[in-house]
């Protein structure tokens, strides 16, 4: 048995098709969707990050702004370009890249940002409409991951699903979108007892750990769909997942490859909230 490959790159492309005729529509009613991204320091990999972000911005007709700030940048300093960014009409979507440096506040940049432009999901508003089920944007990593489940044509409904990580940015948003599909979630975290027997449930085991190639083919369920969020670098520079690919392949019965598996689609999820933002003050 061999794993059927989910293709993140090529349902993110078919995701960001979908949006262009929005965005042209948007366009002509003088309504642009513009993304403002913020980048404090020179961390190698949320240049990257942001660099993608830009041409998927610029591939869909998206306006955007960067924002690269010194890494010495003063908290307040910082603060008054959220505030500026929350009052320019152009801008429909803010994006402080993280992580920031040590002595920058992560939590009360994230709050000064204006909830109607958190694209990112992050804000404690869009977090609790999250928990209770009310619209708003949720966070990109966990939307796109829900997408990707989407195409194997499985139905959530009744399934054990196993998260392992509980990051506010991926493993605790993550639950709670499985719960709206009626999953049976469980979460487990660094001090889970007998993790190896907790996974082997799944029916979707999701990775977001950030432990290079943590889950092997043992510990997976035959036929389960394997989500991969884990993006690790190896001391020989190869990029790696959270999941054991080779093993897992050979027992799943859906995987996500490392890379071109779920980096993509946060990209993909991002533009949607963005658009979806510009749409709802248009």
């Not at 529509?25 to 404090?40: D, F, H, N, T």
């Not at 089920?133 to 991951?145: D, H, I, S």
């Not at 940015?169 to 599909?181: D, M, Y």
Request: aromatic share 2%.
């Amino acid at each position: 048995m061999s794993a059927f490959i989910i293709d993140g790159k090529s349902i993110a492309k078919r995701i960001k098709e979908e949006l262009r005729p929005k965005v042209l529509g948007l366009a002509e009613q003088g309504k642009q969707p513009g993304l403002a991204v913020v980048i404090v320091g020179d961390n190698s990999a949320s240049r990257v990050y942001v660099n993608m972000k830009k041409k998927a911005c610029s591939e869909l007709g998206i306006y955007s702004e960067e924002h690269a700030l010194p890494a010495t940048i003063r908290q307040d300093q910082l603060l008054d370009l959220i505030r500026d960014l929350n009052r320019n009409p152009r801008i429909h979507g803010i994006l402080v890249q993280l992580p920031l440096p040590d002595h920058l506040d992560e939590q009360l940049v994230i709050e000064t940002i204006d909830p109607a432009k958190d694209v990112d999901g992050f804000h404690p508003m869009s977090v609790g409409k999250l928990m209770i089920g009310l619209p708003g944007f949720p966070p990109c990593t966990p939307a796109g991951v829900m997408e990707l489940i989407k195409t194997t044509g499985i139905s959530l409904s009744g399934k054990e699903c196993v998260v392992i990580g509980r990051s506010n940015i991926v493993g605790k948003p993550q639950a709670i979108l499985l719960l709206r599909e009626n999953g049976t979630v469980t979460i487990c975290h660094s001090k889970t007892e007998n993790l190896a027997e907790v996974c082997r449930r799944a029916d979707v085991l999701i990775a977001a750990v950030g432990r290079p190639e943590m889950i092997t083919g043992e510990m997976i369920k035959p036929g389960a769909i394997v989500i991969d969020v884990g993006m690790n670098r190896k001391p020989d520079g190869k990029l790696v997942g959270d999941v054991h690919f080779e093993s897992a392949c050979s027992v799943a019965g859906w995987i996500t490859p490392v890379p071109g598996g779920v980096g993509p689609m946060t990209i993909a999820m991002l533009m949607k909230n963005t658009v979806q933002s510009a749409n709802e003050r248009a």
